[in-house]
């Protein structure tokens, strides 16, 4: 059951992220990725990580994506931005490199990946669950999870500083 | 504005109390092909041709009241009583055709004030309901005369 | 014994969905007829007693109606939007308890269809999900009205649920559990949350009405400046999918807060009414039925709320809306955890 669902979950998380990438139409390309971010929350789930699962389609796709269709929405998403993007041989250029430089990457993290074989009898199924999840990070994870927090306080800052109306301003 | 106003709550509770005492008050609906609302006695409704107690109709289409119409609603045209009709028309002039407009006419009352005859009444309890067409607002002799009492023509 | 209970969990999520459609249905008839009681009127009365056969023929109307796709529009997206709505709005309630468990046999039925311990993530991310449903409806119109009430949906959407979070962080830390069923098990007899989170309970209420697009914070379909909104274009019963979604998601919201901060099936004295039947399982039983009927009336006094709230406040300005959620609630919001903090700090001191 666990095994055919993963199957399941992990062809169609392949194919919207394929379809996210070869689709003409950028908002039907947030939709696919949208349900690519769905299919990896089964994944979660499937590893029993529901607090993991929730939160990812609450992050990513009840909030990130919401922006990225708002923004997409705003753009008009005609046919000339395509074909200049497609002539331009520097673009072609760089995608390749770009997209090779990501394969290289993902091998070489792949590489020397040794699947776990936990322990049935000393796994604890509740590994996942956000108590625990929060103990871990709390204690073991601390300084990085409040390096994490101070992140997105720089970001929060700046981002303020980019929407802040400079005196004499009047934009809007 | 003091923190209590600039909270706008109590100001929101203000006016939920005012819509909620709306709520169980009266309503002021009339069911109306139920239930009709109470007229007033001098209520003027829709025309009537009077007939007098033998049954013959009291109009003598003078034009008085053609005259005294302000929206002049009122067209009428008088014809001559032949013989053996004096059952029918009580005088022996009589109006052949007699129209009013429905559209136009202002519900005033002068018309029943002009008619020396006391022929046209306007009727307290009805009214000229709505309808599709113009012309249905045209009201000749057939709507206007008051039904005979013997025998029920409607 | 599994069959039995997988049986049971089916009839009920059945159940549970034609309540919800059940309620929305009926939601628009209440909501005709309260705004005709608040303007002094009779409301819908001609079809069935008291016009209580309205909504059917209110349906049948939407069913009949012509199906309208604009010839611009993406087609496939204009007919996705409302499917998302409805969808989202029905999967929401799953995880709310609407009772504690009824004992049959030697059976325990619990009335929740999914127990699961992040039940109101789960109830948060499906909501954050129902903005989509808005958005690519009103960007397949192919119309600048249904764009904006699509955008203005968006951003209302996204801002508010800020703040509806951090409210509901600090209920997170009394309870110390996300899953529903424990949160409304602490909630025993009068021992309501809303006793421990007036302030939160207020942020909740205010973003609850945002969440739901209901005035006064109703821009998105503001028919003043927007005509429909995002449903500017739609008609039929794709237009009846977004009307019943709105309603849906009402209710959903009304059980939320009824178990967050108004506990859920819990009534005062149930203990007492518990101990006063010497079989223990009819006791149970009784005070499970009577919990169910009172959660059920905590939800309908706050869907009465929210369409009184509707027939008594004008519309917000849009920019007012967005100062509202972002220079003042969450402030308030993040002021409460606070509060919350130094009180559970504080309770834990002197006690132990």
Redesign the interface.
């Given at each position: 059951m666990t095994e055919s669902l993963f199957f399941f979950f992990a062809s169609l998380t392949l194919l919207c992220a394929i379809m996210v990438v070869i689709s003409k139409n950028p908002v039907y390309s947030v939709i696919f990725l949208i349900l690519t971010f769905f299919s990896i929350s089964a994944h979660y789930i499937l590893l029993n990580a529901q607090f993991l699962a929730a939160v990812n389609i609450i992050v990513y796709a009840g909030a990130i994506m919401v922006l990225f269709l708002f923004v997409l929405m705003f753009i008009n998403t005609g046919k000339n931005v395509e074909s200049t993007l497609k002539k331009n041989v520097l673009a072609k250029i760089a995608g390749t490199v770009a997209g090779g430089l990501l394969f290289i990457v993902v091998v070489a993290a792949l590489k020397d990946v040794a699947l776990g074989h936990p322990d049935p009898a000393t796994y604890d199924s509740q590994v996942g669950m956000v108590e625990n999840l929060g103990k871990v990070l709390f204690t073991k994870y601390m300084l990085p999870f409040q390096l994490v927090a101070v992140l997105f306080l720089v970001s929060m800052v700046g981002a303020v500083m980019i929407g802040k109306r400079e005196t004499g301003e009047q934009n809007f | 504005m003091t923190l209590s106003e600039r909270m706008y709550?109590p100001a929101?509770a203000q006016?939920?109390g005012?819509?909620?005492k709306?709520?169980f008050?009266k309503?002021?609906?009339i069911?109306y092909p139920e239930e009709t609302r109470q007229r007033s006695d001098v209520w003027r409704g829709l025309h009537v041709l009077k007939r007098d107690e033998n049954g013959a109709e009291r109009c003598t289409a003078c034009g008085l009241c053609a005259v005294a119409c302000p929206a002049e609603a009122i067209t009428m045209t008088a014809g001559e009583r032949k013989k053996g009709e004096e059952h029918l028309y009580r005088e022996e002039k009589y109006a052949v055709t007699y129209e009013i407009n429905m559209l136009r006419c202002i519900f005033c009352g002068l018309c029943e004030e002009a008619c020396p005859k006391a022929a046209i009444f306007l009727q307290d309890d009805k009214l000229a309901p709505a309808r599709y067409e113009r012309d249905e607002f045209i009201y000749g002799k057939d709507r206007l005369v008051e039904p005979l009492k013997t025998t029920e023509t409607k | 014994m599994d069959s039995v209970l997988l049986i049971y969990k089916g009839i009920y999520i059945l159940a549970i969905f034609g309540i919800s459609l059940l309620i929305a249905t009926y939601s628009t008839y209440f909501e005709r007829k309260i705004a005709a009681f608040i303007q002094d009127r009779v409301g819908p009365n001609r079809a069935g007693p008291m016009g209580l056969l309205q909504p059917l023929a209110d349906a049948g109307k939407l069913f009949f109606k012509e199906e309208f796709i604009p010839a611009k529009a993406n087609k496939g997206l204009f007919i996705l939007g409302p499917g998302i709505a409805m969808l989202v709005a029905a999967m929401s309630s799953a995880v709310i308890p609407f009772g504690d468990t009824l004992i049959i046999g030697e059976t325990s039925f619990d009335l929740i269809a999914i127990d699961v311990n992040i039940g109101i993530l789960y109830i948060f991310g499906v909501v954050s999900l129902g903005v989509y449903g808005l958005m690519i409806g009103g960007w397949a119109s192919n119309n600048k009205f249904s764009l904006l009430g699509a955008i203005r949906a968006a951003s209302q959407n996204i801002s508010y649920e800020l703040a509806m979070g951090l409210s509901l962080i600090a209920v997170l830390m009394l309870s110390g559990s996300l899953s529903l069923k424990v949160i409304a098990e602490q909630q025993t007899g009068f021992n309501w949350n809303i006793w421990y989170q007036p302030l939160g309970f207020l942020i909740f209420l205010i973003c609850a009405f945002a969440e739901t697009n209901r005035t006064p914070f109703d821009l998105p379909e503001s028919e003043a400046e927007l005509i429909g909104g995002y449903h500017t274009e739609y008609s039929s019963m794709k237009l009846g999918m977004y009307l019943f979604a709105e309603y849906i998601n009402i209710f959903v919201v009304s059980a939320v807060m009824s178990t967050l901060y108004f506990g859920a099936y819990n009534f005062p004295f149930m203990e007492n009414l518990r101990n006063a039947f010497d079989d223990p399982v009819l006791g149970n039983n009784v005070v499970t039925i009577i919990g169910v009927a009172v959660m059920f009336a905590k939800i309908f006094a706050f869907i009465f709320f929210f369409m009184w709230v509707r027939w008594t406040l004008p519309r917000f300005r849009y920019d007012q809306l967005m100062k509202l959620g972002w220079n003042i609630l969450i402030p308030l919001a993040i002021l409460n955890i606070l509060l919350t903090g130094g009180g559970i700090l504080l309770y834990e001191h002197f006690t132990k």
């Open positions: - | 709550l929101i006016g939920l005012i819509t909620l709306h709520f008050k309503k002021a609906t069911n | -």
